[in-house]
């Protein structure tokens, strides 16, 4: 079983930045990729970024696309994103997940981080 924790979230005004962490654990942990979502009140959730646990490889929502960072440190276990230019839309709940291999789904899930942006 792998436990994703997330942190780093908190009460921020627009325009200001956030680094969220995720640390994985549990059993010996191997991720083909992991990403970001995010659900702000009353709406459904939604995808923010990915990377691939390998090679790096990035990919975002245009939500986030130059204004967001996701990456990792293999050595921790721990997944980032760093978000910049926040706005107010950007308040939701962040979750981490994890896709265990390329034929999964993103299979584990933390228990997410608030993120508030006043204006």
């Known amino acids: 079983q792998v436990q994703l924790v997330e942190s780093g979230g908190g009460l921020v005004q627009a325009g200001g930045s956030l680094r969220l962490s995720c640390a994985a654990s549990?059993?010996?942990?191997?991720?083909?990729?992991m990403g970001w979502f995010r659900q702000a009140p009353g709406k459904e959730r939604e995808f923010v970024a990915t990377?691939?646990?390998?090679?790096?490889?990035?990919y975002y929502a245009d939500s986030g696309e130059g204004r967001f960072t996701i990456s990792r440190d293999s050595a921790k276990n721990t997944v980032y994103l760093q978000m910049n230019s926040l706005k107010p839309e950007d308040t939701a709940v962040y979750y981490c997940a994890d896709r265990p291999d390329r034929e999964s789904a993103y299979d584990y899930w933390g228990q997410g981080t608030q993120v508030t942006v006043s204006s």
């Open positions: 990377i691939s646990w390998s090679g790096g490889n990035t």
């Open positions: 549990g059993r010996t942990f191997r991720s083909y990729a």
